[in-house]
T-cell receptor, first 112, second 116 residues
Framework: SQTIHQWPATLVQPVGSPLSLECTVEGTSNPNLYWYRQAAGRGLQLLFYSVGIGQISSEVPQNLSASRPQDRQFILSSKKLLLSDSGFYLC???????????FGPGTRLTVT | AQKVTQAQTEISVVEKEDVTLDCVYETRDTTYYLFWYKQPPSGELVFLIRRNSFDEQNEISGRYSWNFQKSTSSFNFTITASQVVDSAVYFCALSESIQGAQKLVFGQGTRLTINP
């Protein structure tokens, strides 16, 4: 089964600063990859997904962007953070059958 | 649109009590999957179970059991003889097909506290 790595684990950034969160996956090839966000006291919402290198789909309009430079690497970025970008960011990868999703350990972002 | 409702925001019980977490969903799809995830204080989402829409058999795994009722669009989760280690936020989720991928639509979660 696959292993999902995320870093950093926690991050405190000032408003207006850039952001780069990384997700890498081991134990699988050509997976679909997903970025979810969990805002404080709320459920999880899908932000971006990717079905292959260089292919990014956005689910909600926002201040963030995503990129997939390599098969098992998924990056979440922002040029200028907003207070509303604070939250817990989770990267997910499905099993081969695409009927179960597994999540990485997450990055807790606080924008001050 | 797909929607998952977990009406119970917080539940608190005493250890060894049984507790049921409710989940109701809405979907247009005829084939879909339902999931339960556990989120302990560490934050990581732990996969608990997947249910296929055309398999309504109830499932039991140790102290955990799941009741899928397609007629009422519900997928409830029961913990029998609860333990303090069961304290966590539990999320119910529904799959939605999106252009070659599978999106998960989550409920708002139920925070379960098991008191010693």
């Amino acid at each position: 089964s696959q292993t999902i790595h995320q870093w950093p684990a926690t991050l405190v950034q000032p408003v207006g600063s850039p952001l780069s969160l990384e997700c890498t996956v081991e134990g699988t090839s050509n997976p679909n990859l997903y970025w979810y966000r969990q805002a404080a006291g709320r459920g999880l919402q899908l932000l971006f997904y990717s079905v292959g290198i260089g292919q990014i789909s956005s689910e909600v309009p926002q201040n963030l962007s995503a990129s997939r430079p390599q098969d098992r690497q998924f990056i979440l970025s922002s040029k200028k953070l907003l207070l509303s970008d604070s939250g817990f960011y989770l990267c997910a990868c499905p099993n081969r059958a695409e009927n179960e999703q597994y999540f990485g350990p997450g990055t807790r972002l606080t924008v001050t | 649109a797909q929607k998952v409702t977990q009406a119970q925001t917080e539940i608190s019980v005493v250890e060894k009590e049984d507790v049921t977490l409710d989940c109701v969903y809405e979907t247009r799809d005829t084939t879909y999957y339902l999931f339960w995830y556990k989120q302990p204080p560490s934050g990581e989402l732990v996969f608990l179970i997947r249910r296929n829409s055309f398999d309504e058999q109830n499932e039991i795994s140790g102290r955990y059991s799941w009741n899928f009722q397609k007629s009422t669009s519900s997928f409830n989760f029961t913990i029998t003889a609860s333990q303090v280690v069961d304290s966590a936020v539990y999320f119910c989720a529904l799959s939605e097909s999106i252009q070659g991928a599978q999106k998960l639509v989550f409920g708002q979660g139920t925070r379960l506290t098991i008191n010693p």
